[in-house]
């Protein structure tokens, strides 16, 4: 008995200029309940004592454990061609350079 192998549907992506342009986050907030993931992506300014979200979205836990894989694999091909990024707090063993906690 052959099995039918299930084809791949091919999407096509419509990117109005608006979303082409994109918004600048340094913060994002993530919550979940049992059916979605919400991510609020905020910026915060030095001084400034509150953080303005400026986009949300909501997915699907199987949307969202997607997104974390798909977002690993892309920063393990940044990493190889870039090097490490370094996440704040995080010191610089080349350079002694960071965050000292005693």
């Known amino acids: 008995m052959n099995a039918k192998q299930p084809q ?5 992506v419509d990117l109005n ?15 979940s309940s049992p059916a979605e993931f919400i991510l609020d992506f905020a910026r915060i300014v030095p001084g400034m004592p509150k953080a303005k979200v ?15 894989q798909t ?14 990024i370094k996440l704040a707090g995080q ?5 002694g350079i960071g965050f000292q906690t005693d």
């Open 17 to 31: 200029e608006k979303e082409a342009e994109g918004i600048y986050s340094n913060l994002t907030l993530i919550s």
């Open 91 to 95: 010191p610089d063993a080349a350079t």
């Open 54 to 68: 400026h986009a949300r979205v909501i997915m699907t836990p199987q949307a969202a454990k997607g997104l974390l």
């Open 8 to 12: 791949q549907q091919r999407i096509t």
């Open 71 to 84: 977002l690993g694999k892309n920063i393990e091909r940044f990493e190889a061609a870039n090097g490490e």
